[in-house]
């Protein structure tokens, strides 16, 4: 191959090649974010997607790439699809959670395996793909943006940064990979000193939070190199909602609907049990009537939740839908909920910021937020009295919060909110994407 250490050829244009575990076709939250760097970017470079798509997942039909290509990796699902009756199952999810809280951060170092451990991905196919598109441009620039996690797509931008050294390299942190609340092994200096080591190799690193900016920056040899690129909301998505965007009062008028689309953390930091046994209060003590509409794939988890509580009777469960269906149930109900916290230490939650957020936002229906006090995007969320941030200790505030809600419906109030444009059109996607542009047209 011409393209290597001693080859010094006049670059003609820069060639963006995005690497992530998760591509823009797999029907996940993580997905979001490298879909909408590559539709944007596609603007400004040539640009290519290697991602993962296993088997046997929702996939999204229509996704809006600009002109970016696609280039899927195959990967193989370590479903318990071998084991019989409940029990078996319940065994296994209560192991598999276990296995992933305590020692995922070791095994998916070292194997090539998805965040949750569900998937293994084959990452010599990884490094095929991207050895060919390279060899394609050898008069051009190469950039290389790698997005954490899993940990094997940062190493392949590592292979390739030691493999050739004109390749401008780029890390994407939608996690911290040390020092992580939800993965306590990533305390062990093991996990500071590897993300160090490929932080300092690489040109540039971006990151989700400015938690996760600053602890980067506590670490690094160039700290200026660090950079916040948070994840936001794509206007082009907002002809889904249109339509939906009144009250649900023809189908439900005399209940508050709620809605929930994605995961939860069964570990103590992100869990729904508090929320529900507010909701069962609420039930309690007050003139007060709701449904909970869950999208996603923890539906036995939030089943039994509900039952434990007597609140079954209230709870609608759509198992796994694709994102263009996710929006529009957002747009036709009440109130979003996201759980971005349920720890006891207060401070530690403000840098949990998923990018459910902006897509919630951009519903305008109120959204009530259970996590830390200081939460980052606390200014633009309470620019609404609608929306709501509140501990998931605080029963009777997140009673009072619902009630007040169900009293407006109840009312005939149309229940939108109104985000301040400027704090708001910081995080439009097109925005955001235009200074990272700039950026690596310096490199």
């Known amino acids: 191959m011409e393209y290597g250490k001693n080859n010094r050829k006049p670059r003609i244009r820069k060639v963006l090649v995005l690497v992530s575990g998760f591509s823009p076709r797999f029907n996940h939250i993580p997905s979001v974010r490298i879909s909408k760097l590559a539709k944007f970017l596609s603007k400004h470079f040539k640009v290519y997607v290697v991602g993962g798509l296993p088997k046997d997942v929702c996939v999204n039909k229509e996704v809006d790439v600009g002109t970016a290509e ?7 699902s370590l479903n318990r699809s071998n084991l019989s009756g409940s029990a078996q199952k319940a065994t296994y999810r209560s192991l598999k959670l276990k296995i992933k809280i305590f020692l995922g951060p070791l095994i ?16 010599q196919e990884y490094i095929l793909a991207i050895d060919k598109i390279i060899s394609k441009y050898e008069r051009d620039e190469v950039i290389i943006l790698t997005s954490y996690n899993p940990w094997f797509i940062i190493q392949i931008g590592g292979y390739f940064k030691r493999k050739y050294d004109e390749i401008f390299w780029v890390n994407d942190y939608r996690d911290l990979p040390f020092d ?23 040109d540039i690193t971006i990151c989700v939070t400015k938690e996760i900016q600053e602890g980067f920056k506590s670490i690094v040899q160039d700290p200026d190199k660090i950079l916040y690129y948070p994840n936001g909301y794509d206007l082009d998505d907002q002809p889904l909602i249109s339509n939906y965007q009144l009250n649900n009062s ?73 994102r263009s269906e996710a929006i529009k149930l957002q747009g036709s109900s009440d109130l979003l909920l996201l759980i971005s916290y349920t720890g006891d230490d207060d401070a530690q939650g403000d840098g949990i ?25 606390k200014k633009i969320l309470l620019n609404d009295d609608k929306n709501a941030l509140i501990r998931y200790s605080d029963t009777n505030k997140i009673c009072d919060h619902l009630v ?20 708001f059109d910081s995080y439009n996607h097109k925005n955001l994407a235009e200074k990272l542009a700039a950026k690596l047209r310096h490199l």
């Open 404 to 423: 007040s809600l169900f009293k407006l419906k109840r009312s005939g109030e149309r229940l939108l909110v109104t985000y301040q444009s400027d704090e």
């Open 250 to 322: 023809d189908a439900v008028a005399d209940k508050l609907v709620i809605t929930y689309t994605g995961r939860f953390y069964q570990n103590g930091t992100r869990e729904l049990k508090p929320f529900v046994a507010a909701l069962a209060h609420s039930m309690t003590h007050n003139n007060f009537d709701f449904v909970f509409e869950y999208a996603g794939s923890q539906g036995q988890y939030v089943a039994k939740i509900f039952s434990d509580f007597g609140l079954s009777d209230h709870l609608n469960i759509l198992g796994v839908v694709s």
């Open 180 to 202: 992580n609340i939800v993965e306590p092994l990533t305390k062990h200096k093991f996990f500071r000193s590897a993300a160090k080591w490929f932080t300092d190799k690489s």
């Open 108 to 123: 998916m170092f070292f194997f090539s395996l998805s965040s949750g451990g569900g998937i293994y991905y084959r990452k």
């Open 70 to 76: 696609l280039i899927d990796i195959s990967g193989v």
């Open 353 to 377: 910021v998923t990018g459910k957020f902006f897509e919630y936002a951009l519903s305008r229906k109120p959204i009530m937020v259970i996590g830390s006090s200081g939460w980052e995007l």
